[in-house]
């Protein structure tokens, strides 16, 4: 059985303090913690950077790093009138490739700026899934922040994307995911967006224990709260993975990432890797606390 005592104690020793507010969050409610903390990662143009991904250690901002930051901003309910909000929306008006009907996750020829490999983007073209479909989610979210006739334009787009799809990368279907569960989103496409993107994800979810050590599509990495519409189906495999989750938390409490850019920044990596082990051990602490019924 994991040890959620030994691991809020090291995220309080050793987390950042964005993931012992949403800790906190989970369990108390407060939001302006979590506002505060979301704050110190926030630039004048409105987007986020400062490594709130940590897989991304750029100071200034991209749209991976602004959509962590409204991910946070969506769980806390947030409003429209919110200027992190408000900016962060502002900052992806702003990005926004007009041409290609994208977003660039990175700022596109960064240099050699440390990050992991795998987001390295060379054409917008790569991001006509991530990070779209999420982006797309935050314009039902805050409709009063954006062009709807945009929105709709894009949002077609992407449903044709799903339709002609015969799989999905696992980052391709967090995103979508999120698009279908965000608020306002219509509801005369909800059922037949649903029963096409989950048939795609529930081949692509991996229900071997013996692969969940390497990084994939675990269970729980879509899974993540129990009134998922996946949740009943994946039920058994669920109760697996928080079986492995308990086995594989360290001796001090925290989690490790199952995932390592060591060889591309050998300099960066081990900064890098503590913040990653304070994203990780806040997600399975509240991981643990939502599906405690099931557990």
């Not at 949002?155 to 002609?164: R, V, Y």
């Not at 920044?265 to 051990?281: H, L, N, R």
Request: glycine residues 4%.
């Amino acid at each position: 059985m994991a040890t959620l005592d030994k691991a809020n104690s090291w995220l309080r020793h050793n987390g950042r303090s964005i993931d012992v507010a949403l800790v906190q969050f989970e369990t108390t409610n407060s939001v302006q913690p979590v506002l505060d903390a979301l704050t110190a990662y926030a630039n004048s143009d409105g987007g986020f950077g400062h490594a709130l991904e940590p897989d991304v250690r750029r100071s200034e901002s991209s749209v991976l790093a602004t959509t962590v930051a409204l991910q946070t901003l969506s769980r806390c309910n947030q409003p429209s009138s919110n200027m992190l909000v408000k900016k962060a929306m502002g900052y992806l008006e702003m990005t926004f490739d007009r041409a290609q009907g994208a977003w660039p996750i990175v700022p596109i020829n960064v240099g050699d700026a440390a990050q992991a490999p795998w987001w390295r983007v060379r054409d917008v073209v790569e991001c006509l899934i991530n990070p779209r479909a999420e982006v797309v989610g935050y314009m039902y979210q805050w409709p009063e922040l954006c062009d709807l006739e945009s929105r709709g334009k894009l949002n077609d787009q992407l449903m044709s994307t799903l339709a002609a799809a015969n799989s999905l990368e696992m980052h391709d279907i967090l995103v979508f995911d999120r698009l279908v569960r965000s608020q306002n989103y219509p509801v005369d496409q909800f059922e037949e967006t649903i029963k096409r993107l989950y048939a795609l994800a529930a081949s692509a979810i991996s229900v071997n224990p013996s692969e969940w050590a390497a990084y994939g599509l675990t269970p729980l990495s879509l899974i993540d709260d129990p009134s998922h519409l996946l949740a009943p189906q994946f039920r058994d495999a669920l109760k697996l993975n928080f079986e492995f989750l308990s086995d594989t938390q360290n001796e001090d409490g925290s989690w490790s990432p199952s995932w390592s850019w060591h060889d591309t920044y050998a300099d960066e990596w081990p900064e890098a890797e503590e913040d990653m082990k304070s994203f990780v051990t806040r997600e399975s602490v509240n991981l643990f606390r939502r599906f405690e019924g099931l557990r």
